[in-house]
C-alpha cells in the first residue's frame, strides 16, 4: 500500500525507533519505495544511515568496557556488553569476507566473530580460548548482518574457565552456534 510522504516518513521514524539495525534496503521493501527514497527521506528526517546507528545505540548501551581485548581486535561490532553475563555484536558480510566464486562466507569468518565475543564477554584482562565446539547451521551470503549473541553459561573458578554460549542469526534464522570454554585467570 502506497503511503503519502508524511505518513510514510512518520512510521520510516516509528519503525527505525523499534528495530534501530534496519537496513536501507528492508526499509524500503516494506514501505514499497526506492532505497534512494529511504535515504531521501532519512536525510529529511535527520536519522544517520545505519553505520552511525549501530555506533549510537553501542556508545549507548555500554555499561561495562572490554577487559580482554582491545575493542578494534573484536571482530564486529559489540553493541551490547555486560561483563561475564552476555553480549551482543553485528557483522555484516561484505565481499572479502566470502569466496569469490559463490559469494558465500568463509567459515572462519563466523567462528572469529563468536571467538572474539566469547573473549570480550570475560571480565578479566586474560581470556583465551580453551576449547570450543562449534556448528555451522546454514551458508551465510555476501550482504547479510550476522548479529552474534553470547551468553556465559557456567564460572567454574577452581578450573579457571568460563563456558559462554554464542548464538549467530542472519534475520531470526540461527546460522551458527558455539560453546567455548574459555580460560581465565583468577
Do not use: C, W
Request: no cysteine.
Amino acid at each position: 500500500m502506497k503511503r503519502n510522504k508524511k505518513d510514510r516518513q512518520s512510521l520510516l521514524k516509528e519503525t527505525i525507533l523499534a528495530t534501530p539495525f534496519i537496513t536501507d534496503e528492508e526499509l524500503a521493501e516494506k514501505f514499497e519505495v526506492s532505497i534512494q527514497t529511504i535515504r531521501l527521506d532519512r536525510m529529511e528526517l535527520s536519522i544517520p544511515e545505519l553505520r552511525e546507528r549501530i555506533k549510537h545505540v553501542a556508545e549507548a548501551s555500554m555499561e561495562d568496557e572490554i577487559k580482554s581485548l582491545p575493542i578494534e581486535e573484536v571482530i564486529g561490532d559489540i553493541i551490547d556488553l555486560e561483563l561475564d553475563r552476555s553480549a551482543i555484536s553485528i557483522m555484516e558480510i561484505k565481499k572479502e569476507h566470502v569466496f569469490k566464486r559463490n559469494q558465500i562466507a568463509r567459515g572462519h569468518h563466523l567462528f572469529a566473530q563468536a571467538n572474539s565475543l566469547a573473549v570480550a564477554v570475560i571480565d578479566n584482562e586474560l581470556a583465551l580460548t580453551a576449547k570450543a565446539n562449534i556448528v555451522f547451521a546454514r551458508q551465510v551470503k555476501e550482504s547479510e548482518r550476522v548479529v552474534a549473541k553470547a551468553k556465559v553459561k557456567q564460572v567454574d573458578k577452581s578450573k579457571g574457565r568460563t563456558t559462554v554460549e554464542v548464538n549467530s542469526y542472519v534475520g531470526q534464522e540461527l546460522v551458527f552456534s558455539g560453546v567455548f570454554e574459555m580460560y581465565r585467570s583468577y
